[in-house]
């Protein structure tokens, strides 16, 4: 199967059907795990974009949070929501069949806080100089509940089972 093209396809799809133009496919061992068309449109859900739901799907079906094995099809470079999600799950691949420079002239989300030709400058900035209004409140029972996190964890901080960093 060509999952490139059935990525593309998905998309077609869903924009076909009302939906934007965003698909994710994640194959693993030539089979394809999880699949998800962007549902924004149609949830008025703004975390339902394909890479999420797809992710979300594949994870749950392999009942794990890592997706170390997979291949991730995403119509476009991903938006900085999805990448944080692709990084999370640690997939082996992750493959991209257009940019935003190239669906630029057919697409654009500029909404406030959001334009992509600047957003991803917002996270190098300081919290406390991002366009997004954002109040530090510090409060040590926060701090706490990772305090007990460990605790009953037998003093691991690391989540395991967790892909760590420099591994392959």
């Given amino acids: 199967m060509d999952f490139a093209q059935h990525t593309i396809d998905l998309a077609r799809r869903n924009v076909d059907e009302g939906g934007r133009p965003f698909a994710t496919v994640i ?4 089979e394809i795990l999880a699949e998800s068309p962007n549902l924004v449109a149609q949830t008025n859900d703004p975390t339902a974009h394909a890479e ?4 979300r799907a594949a994870c749950t079906r392999l ?4 997706l170390t094995g997979a291949t991730i099809y995403i119509l476009a470079l991903p938006c900085p929501m999805c990448l944080g999600a692709l990084y999370y799950c640690s997939p082996a691949e992750v493959v991209f069949l ?3 420079e190239a669906y630029s002239p057919h697409y654009v989300d500029d909404r406030k806080y959001f334009e992509l030709e600047n957003f991803y400058s917002e996270f190098a900035k300081p919290w406390d100089e991002r366009r997004l209004p954002m109040r530090h409140e510090p409060r040590t029972d926060a701090v706490d ?6 605790d009953r964890n037998n003093g691991e901080r690391r989540v395991p089972g967790t892909p760590a960093a420099g591994s392959a």
């Fill in 98 to 100: 257009t940019t935003r």
């Fill in 27 to 30: 194959v693993e061992d030539g």
């Fill in 63 to 66: 009942g794990t949070e890592h």
């Fill in 52 to 55: 999420i739901l797809a992710i």
């Fill in 145 to 150: 509940v990772y305090r007990l996190w460990q």
